[in-house]
């Protein structure tokens, strides 16, 4: 079956960097947009960024344009999300999502398969 495993997480200090992977099974995720999303505590999922199938083409939201970067490797059937410079406002639970349609060619995203998440927290 379908699933997705996120890894990287944990505590870094403000301005600090962490990897996360999402590594895919029973599917080839060369034939999926794949997403990253994030839930901070007390608040409601927020779209992060999201790379085509091929990995040419990736968005951002504004929140973390020029700081993170997605990218995929799809002989390892893994997604990655690199991020840098790390902000106090950037922790929360983050997600690896398979896309399943781009609304008026996204984002918003609807999404079929979500990953269990990974925590990152960011201290100040």
């Known amino acids: 079956q379908v699933q997705l495993v996120e890894s990287g997480g944990g505590l870094v200090q403000s301005g600090g960097s962490l990897r996360l992977s999402c590594a895919a099974s029973g599917f080839t995720i060369n034939s999926y947009y794949m997403s990253w999303v994030r839930q901070a505590p007390g608040k409601g999922p927020e779209w992060v960024s999201t790379?085509?199938?091929?990995?040419?083409?990736?968005r951002y939201a504004d929140s973390v344009k020029g700081r993170f970067t997605t990218s995929r490797d799809n002989a390892k059937n893994t997604v990655y999300l690199q991020m840098n410079s790390l902000k106090p406002e950037d922790t929360a639970l983050y997600y690896c999502a398979r896309v399943e349609r781009a609304i008026g060619g996204g984002p918003p995203y609807e999404y079929d398969y979500w990953g269990q998440g990974t925590q990152v927290t960011v201290s100040s």
């Open positions: 790379i085509d199938t091929g990995g040419h083409s990736t």
